[in-house]
Structures are given as structure tokens and as C-alpha cells.
């Protein structure tokens, strides 16, 4: 149980106050309510070109880092479809250098050609990395766009195409800015050795003084249903072929979300799941396989990926894919198999809340879905899951006509050989 106060300031900005004293360490975790699902479709990978930006200073501060590290602090951020988060922890006495900073960056971020050139080139090489030149790295940019056809979850965090970066102008970096990141749409976390009088006085003291800015009304196209399997075929020298399997799944905060949840653990949750026991172990048709589930805000997806064994046909691997599901939607679990995920997805959720940072995020994540104390009754709603729910939602998330699959095939450059004068 993760204790919290909260309070709202007259800017809107929305703070939650988390007192640990057997932590000589503070943190602050500041979420803003943007991803890459607010960007649209001919400019995309401004969210996460943003979380780089963040740390070209700001008109007060050119180089963020320095004042953190020389008070022994340390941070970073990440960017998903729903959200950017930035944190840091530092020694609780110097809580109040993280709170200049933090607040500086929000209000008087600095906009120069030179940061944004910068910043512009390190995320095109990212981009070129991590998704053009790494092995299956290419995979989400051809799924997303496969299993979503309306809604912006089709692209990925980093973009849809390399070039809305590198053509990304200031004036349209300035105008994402203003619409995003200001106090009425952020969250701040301020967790550890410090009392809850002394946090408000610093929020205020620091992010007080904050316009509200306008706030941003989300309007995003809903992802209609779908109901035929869609299947793209791609190749690539990589080293195996490989399955991606899609499943559209319900919204982070709706009932069915823990029921489906707990279908992905049954499939592909570690070695003594269905997927792993029959198709790796017994089959040797994969040489890995696992089910997850995306966690989205909005309605998200169910994912089985799999590698296979050198020689093993792909249609072969798909169909006995789908054969596992389908059992899962004939018999109903029995309730061994059902409170072994459910201990394990619990166990996860009691791990997730040892360290400091990780109560920090999840109580801010709480709030944006609506209530912070939302990290507290996870546990409860896992174990009310019966297996009549896993069934009924299995019948209705894995019907192949809710299916996109993408085979990914191996296919081995030949080498050139020197003709023999």
C-alpha cells in the first residue's frame, strides 16, 4: 500500500506527496499528458524529440545536467504513446535544486536553432539504429500500422517516417510545446525524506509562479473494430524468421483489462507458459515465444512474438499458434493455472513498488487514469478474475478476425564470392 497526500495548485498543476523517511534519497517525477498519440499524421516523433529537448536547457540554465550532478542527483525520461515522463533523485536535502530545475524547464525552455539542430540529429540516428539498421528493429513500424488504421497509436514513438524530424521547423516545435507542456497538463511526484508541509511549500515556492496555460482538449479518432485477419509478409537478413501476432484488447482502465492481462500470462508469461511448454520445449517449432499486452490508455493490443527454429515453416509456427488460442477459447482454465498468474502478476505489482522511483511513477500514472490510489487496488481486481472471464474474454480477443500477424522471414544475403583467376 503506497501512502500519498495531494493537493492542486491555483495553476492547475496536480501534485501528489509521497513521505518515505527510510530513504535518505527525494525524488520528483514530472508527467506530462502527451505522446505520440497527440501528434498528427504529417508530423510524428515530436513527443519523443521533445523528451531530447527538454535537456538542451532552458533560457535560466544552458546545460540541465551540471547544477543535478554537482548535488549528487541524477535523471532522465521516457516517451510512450501515452505520456512523456521526466525524473530525477537526489539527496533529500538538495530536493529544492530539482525543483528549480524542473520548474525552470517548464517555464522557460529555451528555443535555439543550434539545441534543436542537435537535438534534431541525435534522434535521426536513434531512428536509423534502433529501427532501420538493427535486426527486426522495423518490426513496430510495419505492425502498428497493420493492426491500426485510424487511430495514431499506427505509428511509433519515434515517428512514422525519419523525415517529419529531420523537416521539423522551430515554429512547429514552439506551437507543440505551448500546447503540451505547461502546469494544466502535468503531474508532479514528489516522493521520499521530505515531509508533505515542506513539498508544498517548495511546489509553490517553484512552480507557482507558472502560467496555466490553455488546456488541451484530446480529440482522437476512435480504431474501429475489426472483423477479418489482416497479414503482411516482410523479409529481411536477420538471423531467424519470426511471428508478430496483434489482438486488439480494451483500454487500461476498463473491466475486462486485468482478465486480458492474465490471457497473455497464461499464453506466453515465462517458461511454464502454454506457448513456451508446447511450441519451444515440446514442438521445438520456436526458439522463444511470449504474450504481452501493451498497458495503453486507449484501446491497446495483445502481442505474441516468436522466434523460430532455422527450417520451420512459417505457416506451420502460425497455426499452431493459433491452435493454443483456440484451446484457450473451447476449455475454460482451471483454477491452478489461473492463481498461478494471478500470484505472478501480483508478485510483480508488490516488486514494483520497493523502489521509490517506481511509487513515484505509478502514483502519477494513477492520477492520469483518474485516481492515484489506482496502484492500490490492482492486487484486489487480479484476484477477482474467475475463469469464466478468461474465457469469455479470450473468445472475444482472440478470434483470428481480431488478428493482424506479421511474418517475418529470414532470408540470408549471399555472400559474394572473388571469381578465381
Not at 324 to 337: A, F, G, S, Y
Request: glycine share 4%; proline share 5%.
Amino acid at each position: 500500500m503506497i501512502q500519498f497526500k495531494e493537493f492542486t495548485l491555483d495553476n492547475e498543476l496536480r501534485v501528489i506527496v509521497h513521505e518515505d523517511h527510510t530513504s535518505p534519497m527525494a525524488v520528483l517525477n514530472v508527467l506530462y499528458d502527451v505522446g505520440s498519440r497527440d501528434e498528427v499524421e504529417e508530423h510524428t516523433g515530436f513527443a519523443h524529440l521533445f523528451e531530447h529537448l527538454m535537456f538542451s536547457g532552458s533560457v535560466n540554465i544552458p546545460v540541465y545536467d551540471e547544477p543535478l550532478q554537482r548535488v549528487g542527483g541524477e535523471n532522465n525520461a521516457f516517451t510512450s504513446p501515452d505520456i512523456t515522463n521526466y525524473y530525477l533523485t537526489v539527496p533529500a536535502q538538495n530536493i529544492e535544486t530539482g525543483f528549480w530545475l524542473e520548474s525552470d524547464r517548464m517555464m522557460d525552455l529555451a528555443f535555439s536553432d543550434h539545441g534543436l539542430e542537435v537535438q534534431r540529429k541525435v534522434v535521426v540516428e536513434e531512428f536509423k539504429q534502433n529501427y532501420l539498421n538493427q535486426p527486426y528493429g522495423d518490426v513496430w513500424l510495419k505492425l502498428r500500422p497493420l493492426a491500426y488504421k485510424n487511430h495514431p497509436y499506427k505509428w511509433a514513438t519515434i515517428g512514422k517516417e525519419i523525415s517529419h524530424i529531420e523537416d521539423a521547423t522551430m515554429d512547429i516545435v514552439k506551437a507543440f510545446h505551448k500546447k503540451h507542456y505547461s502546469p494544466s497538463n502535468a503531474i508532479l511526484v514528489v516522493a521520499g525524506n521530505i515531509t508533505f508541509d515542506h513539498a508544498k511549500e517548495l511546489t509553490e515556492k517553484w512552480f507557482g509562479p507558472i502560467p496555466a496555460g490553455e488546456k488541451y482538449e484530446r480529440h482522437i479518432p476512435n480504431e474501429p473494430k475489426q472483423n477479418e485477419p489482416r497479414v503482411l509478409e516482410t523479409s529481411s537478413d536477420v538471423p531467424l524468421s519470426a511471428i508478430y501476432k496483434t489482438y486488439h484488447m480494451p483500454h487500461r482502465t476498463h473491466d475486462d483489462y486485468y482478465a486480458v492481462d492474465l490471457i497473455s500470462d497464461i499464453l506466453g508469461r515465462g517458461k511454464s507458459s502454454r506457448l513456451y511448454e508446447q511450441l519451444v520445449k515440446e514442438q521445438k517449432l520456436f526458439n522463444s515465444i511470449s504474450a504481452s499486452v501493451t498497458g495503453s490508455i486507449e484501446p491497446g493490443l495483445l502481442i505474441i512474438q516468436g522466434k523460430l527454429n532455422e527450417g520451420v515453416d512459417l505457416q506451420e509456427a502460425n497455426a499452431a499458434i493459433e491452435k493454443i488460442n483456440q484451446e484457450l477459447m473451447d476449455t475454460p482454465v482451471d483454477e491452478h493455472e489461473l492463481n498461478k498468474v494471478k500470484n505472478q502478476a501480483e508478485t510483480s505489482l508488490v516488486f514494483s513498488e520497493i523502489e521509490l522511483l517506481n511509487r513515484a511513477m505509478n502514483l502519477a500514472y494513477g492520477k492520469l487514469l483518474g485516481d492515484a490510489n489506482f496502484v492500490n487496488t490492482e492486487g484486489e481486481k487480479i484476484q477477482a478474475i474467475t475463469p469464466q472471464d478468461i474465457q469469455r474474454c479470450a473468445r472475444e480477443i482472440l478470434d483470428p478476425n481480431n488478428c493482424s500477424t506479421l511474418l517475418y522471414k529470414a532470408e540470408k544475403k549471399e555472400k559474394e564470392v572473388a571469381a578465381e583467376v
